[in-house]
């Protein structure tokens, strides 16, 4: 993924975590300067959440998310269709024995 700074620093490299603050974990980085003309090469960096400029994530990535959060809904909906309304679940084999 992408990351520009508002200083105009742009990091590009692999996400590893991102908290709630937008604090952002990379791995394998290439750092590029402001105007574009050094580059640096970083095992890992931790970029702070408020000088974020923009990210930019592949759009592969997006549709692999969005496949898996359709997945998950279909499960939860086949799960509460056990459940009926009100979340009660009834136990087939106590039913058997009355």
């Given amino acids: 993924m992408l990351v520009e700074l508002k200083s105009g620093e742009t990091y590009n490299g692999h996400l590893v975590a991102c908290d709630d603050w937008m604090n952002i974990h990379l791995k394998e980085v290439i ?9 640096w090469k970083m095992p890992e960096c931790y970029i702070r959440g408020s000088i974020i400029k923009y990210l930019r994530i592949p759009d ?6 969005k496949e898996d959060l359709q997945l998950a809904k279909m499960r939860n909906r086949s799960q509460s269709a056990d459940t009926g309304r009100g979340g009660f679940h009834r136990n087939k084999a106590r039913d058997n024995i009355l």
């Fill in 60 to 65: 592969d990535v997006i549709d692999k998310v």
């Fill in 31 to 39: 750092c590029t300067s402001r105007d574009g003309d050094r580059f």
